[in-house]
């Protein structure tokens, strides 16, 4: 069972612009990661975000964080074709374990 | 330093062979953690080692073993392969913070085809 969802399930934007995804969770977490994969290769960590916290920047990453509604969202900002990839939000529901969102396409177009 | 390596990258097998996966983790990280990633199931966890010993397990059954070297090198196996067990696998290390989880820096995966 997945414990995140992501939405939406794909995005489509122009080089550029912003890109803003989803997470929203089930149970009640310590802290919430972002990760990224390219076409089917290993994730790649992006942020991590402590349940105390409310907003965290990283460069052009920017992610929010609303424990009262289980819910997180990251925002990619002046999108590049690099940007181009799945991206997956992970909670540590339970000890040790890193539950998985089924992620968010997004698509970079030049 | 080097990331995780996996060994191999690809695999193709047939139902009813088993399969063993090698991860190396970052040098220095003590905790390994595998991960089935199917398009239909997304990313699934399977079992997290630390100091040799699994501290979690996910729901999986019993023909997904793995276990820990003392130099933190994991294995993971798969007996009497189904052709559902087709997946790519990935092994991620971390370096112990003293979260319930901490980042994790994944390998480039093995993907097993079985036939």
């Known amino acids: 069972s997945q414990q995140g969802e992501e939405d939406p399930q794909a995005l489509s934007i122009q080089e550029g612009e912003n890109a803003t995804m989803n997470c929203s969770y089930k149970?009640?977490?310590?802290?919430l990661q972002w990760y990224r994969q390219n076409s089917g290769r290993g994730l790649v960590h992006l942020i991590l975000?402590?349940?105390?916290?409310r907003e965290k920047h990283s460069g052009r990453l920017r992610v929010t964080l609303d424990t009262s509604k289980k819910s997180s969202s990251l925002l990619i900002t002046a999108s590049r074709a690099a940007d181009t990839a799945s991206y997956f939000c992970?909670?540590?529901?339970?000890?040790?374990?890193?539950?998985f969102g089924a992620g968010t396409t997004v698509t970079v177009r030049a | 330093k080097a990331g995780v390596t996996q060994t191999p990258r690809y695999l193709i097998k047939t139902r009813g062979q088993q399969v063993t996966l090698s991860c190396s983790p970052i040098?220095?990280?003590?905790?390994v953690s595998w991960y089935q990633q199917t398009p239909g199931q997304g990313l699934q966890f399977l079992f997290e080692?630390?100091?040799?010993?699994?501290?979690n397990k996910g729901n999986f059954p019993g023909r997904f073993s793995g276990r820990q070297f003392s130099n933190s090198r994991s294995e993971m196996n798969v007996s009497t392969l189904e052709l559902g067990d087709s997946a790519l696998y990935l092994c991620?290390?971390?370096?112990?913070?003293?979260?319930?989880?901490?980042?994790?820096?994944f390998g480039p995966g093995t993907r097993l085809t079985v036939l």
């Open positions: 975000i402590r349940s105390n916290e």
């Open positions: 991620a290390s971390s370096a112990p913070t003293g979260d319930k989880v901490d980042t994790q820096y």
């Open positions: 080692y630390f100091s040799e010993t699994q501290r």
């Open positions: 992970a909670t540590d529901e339970d000890d040790y374990k890193l539950s």
């Open positions: 149970t009640s977490i310590n802290n």
């Open positions: 040098s220095g990280h003590r905790s």
